[in-house]
């Protein structure tokens, strides 16, 4: 009946667009593990500094960053501290432990809000000999799992303010810090001043094929560029790569907002008819968490019966889907995605 496939899996979908394209296939490249690319060169100077910090450091993935990043403040043994829904504890396939011998706990955080006293309960900075010591805290802005929520400038500066006498690192999972900045309009470097290290992905919102870059000091980035080498992410003529970075960053970000309108009004649209599945009170940017659940449908069920009828998303767990709006959707394709949920949610609500 239809052959509209709007797909909401996730913002990493995105393909490049052609004026993105253009910019890689005209960058000035040279080998990267020499140092010599003066296009990555470029693009970890400018991300080092809207973020307020003096070195950064290319990678293939937000995974390898963020692990990168931990990596530097956590050794063997040691251990790492998260909320319950982190992307570094939950979809990073145990990295840490794998590749560090990093221990880890995790604190409960409904929605993946950032609460420091939570977080500052479970640290153990300096346990001795018979307990753990907990090295490093990572604070993820927006939160994936957590539906996109923004994290209080105020909670960060507190835990911020609290971890650092003690000698706790803090490093920010800023896969889509982008999206909180436009959201709230705070600078970028207001946020990333507050971590030790910062990782941010060109390759979701701002639709970068490939890319992500950690920032941190001087002296911890030529830490980072060794272990990057080991890890097998040292690459080449990168500067191809790059150039779609540094295009994204000057074309990509402002629009982001469009991402947070649609994904509001989708959410607008389905609490007007079914309140108990979600309240767009919640929804702050990109990301859109629906309790289907409480509208009768198992997560997995839903996806599949949504895929059917052209329309793309994940199940976060056994209740909620999640969907994620990005620059390859439009007002006509979240009015589908609204008009279809709905309708989904209606014919539960009438076999129940
Ligand atoms: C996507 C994502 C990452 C990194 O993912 P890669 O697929 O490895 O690039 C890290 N943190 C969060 C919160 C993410 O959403």
Not at 65 to 83: F, S, Y
Not at 141 to 159: D, M, S, Y
Request: charged share 20%; glycine share 10%.
């Amino acid at each position: 009946m239809t052959d509209r496939v709007v797909d909401l899996r996730s913002d990493t979908i995105t393909r490049p667009v052609v004026a993105m394209r253009m910019a890689m296939a005209s960058a000035e490249v040279g080998d990267d593990v020499y140092g010599e690319d003066p296009t990555v060169l470029a693009l970890e100077d400018r991300i080092a500094d809207l973020l307020g910090q003096e070195s950064g450091l290319f990678t293939p993935s937000g995974s390898m960053a963020n692990q990168l990043g931990i990596r530097l403040h956590v050794g063997p043994g040691q251990e790492l501290i998260a909320d319950e829904l982190a992307h570094v504890l939950r979809a990073e396939m145990g990295a840490a432990a794998v590749f560090s011998g990093i221990s880890s706990r995790s604190w409960r955080a409904p929605r993946g809000l950032l609460d420091p006293a939570a977080a500052l309960a479970l640290m153990q900075p300096d346990a001795g000999a018979y307990q753990v010591s907990t090295k490093a805290i990572v604070v993820e802005n927006t939160h994936n799992f957590g539906g996109g929520t923004v994290q209080p400038l105020e909670a960060i500066r507190a835990l911020r303010g609290a971890t650092q006498p003690l000698g706790v690192a803090m490093h920010l999972d800023g896969a889509r810090l982008w999206n909180a900045h436009v959201a709230t309009g705070i600078a970028l470097a207001d946020y990333g001043q507050q971590f030790d290290t910062v990782a941010v992905c060109l390759s979701k919102g701002l639709g970068a094929p490939v890319g992500s870059v950690l920032a941190g000091s001087r002296g911890l980035m030529a830490e980072a560029r060794v272990w990057r080498k080991r890890y097998g992410g040292g690459m080449r003529q990168a500067g191809i790569l790059a150039a779609a970075g540094l295009w994204a960053l000057d074309h990509h970000i402002e629009r982001l907002a469009d991402d947070h309108g649609r994904a509001r009004a989708f959410s607008e649209a389905v609490a007007s008819s079914f309140p108990e599945v979600i309240d767009p009170a919640h929804v702050q940017t990109n990301i859109v968490i629906v309790d289907v659940a409480q509208g009768g449908w198992a997560a997995a069920d839903f996806v599949s019966a949504a895929e059917q009828r052209g329309l793309r998303i994940y199940a976060v767990n056994e209740r909620a889907v999640r969907l994620v709006w990005h620059l390859d959707v439009d007002d006509a394709d979240t009015d589908f995605a609204a008009d279809l949920v709905n309708a989904m949610l209606a014919e539960a609500a009438q076999g129940s």
